[in-house]
């Protein structure tokens, strides 16, 4: 079936970084843009950044951009996400989900502590 | 970025009301391109609506959306106790995508 897997969640010191992986089964990744989401603890959700089919389109929210880097293996079936610099409000669990009209397959997420 | 305004922040209502939600956004949003979100605790967020109006896959038909440009609404016909939950709306009409801040449907 369509699933989305994440992993690479984890405590981690301000200033230091992480890289989560996104793994993709059941559907022709290749075709799908992807994007990643977070939600703070007790908030609501914030996009933080997209990727097109290839790679070759990529967009950013303000608050991660410069610091955070979003790329895809499209022979592995992954998605990244390189997260440097973080900061305490980095704290989140992070989602990743497939993009056609709108965001329609999500994975079930994975946590990250930025705490000194 | 195109902000997106969630009212009301909590809806307290029975089951078999009639739920209306809104979104109200900065900007135009491009050729319609909303999406409602459904999330429960310790859940990811399900899509129910893109397009503005299209239901997804799997979705049952009590729930609608509608408007454009700058007013969106979620209708959900008659609560099922299953629908007792955080509801966000979504654009991904612009370069850079924004969500609402939620609203909390709540049992009364």
């Known amino acids: 079936q369509v699933q989305l897997v994440e992993s690479g969640g984890g405590l981690v010191k301000p200033g230091g970084s992480l890289r989560l992986s996104c793994a993709a089964s059941?559907?022709?990744?290749?075709?799908?843009?992807m994007s990643w989401i977070r939600q703070a603890p007790g908030k609501g959700l914030e996009w933080v950044s997209y990727?097109?089919?290839?790679?070759?389109?990529?967009y950013y929210a303000d608050s991660v951009k410069g610091r955070f880097t979003i790329s895809r293996d499209n022979a592995k079936n992954s998605l990244y996400l390189q997260m440097n610099s973080l900061r305490a409000e980095d704290t989140a669990v992070y989602y990743c989900a497939r993009c056609i009209d709108g965001m329609d397959v999500w994975g079930q997420g994975t946590t990250v502590t930025v705490s000194s | 970025e195109i902000v997106l305004t969630q009212s009301p922040g909590t809806l307290s209502l029975s089951p078999g009301e009639r739920a209306t939600l809104s979104c109200r956004a900065s900007?135009?949003?491009?050729?319609?391109?909303l999406a409602w979100y459904q999330q429960k605790p310790g859940q990811a967020p399900r899509l129910l609506i893109y397009?503005?109006?299209s239901r997804a896959t799997g979705i049952p038909d009590r729930f609608s959306g509608s408007g454009s440009g700058t007013d969106f609404t979620l209708t959900i016909s008659r609560l099922e106790p299953e629908d007792f939950a955080v509801y966000y709306c979504q654009q991904y009409g612009s370069f850079s995508w924004t969500f609402g801040q939620g609203t909390k449907v709540e049992i009364k």
């Open positions: 990727i097109s089919s290839s790679g070759s389109t990529i």
């Open positions: 397009g503005a109006s």
């Open positions: 900007q135009s949003v491009s050729s319609s391109y």
């Open positions: 059941g559907f022709t990744f290749s075709d799908y843009y």
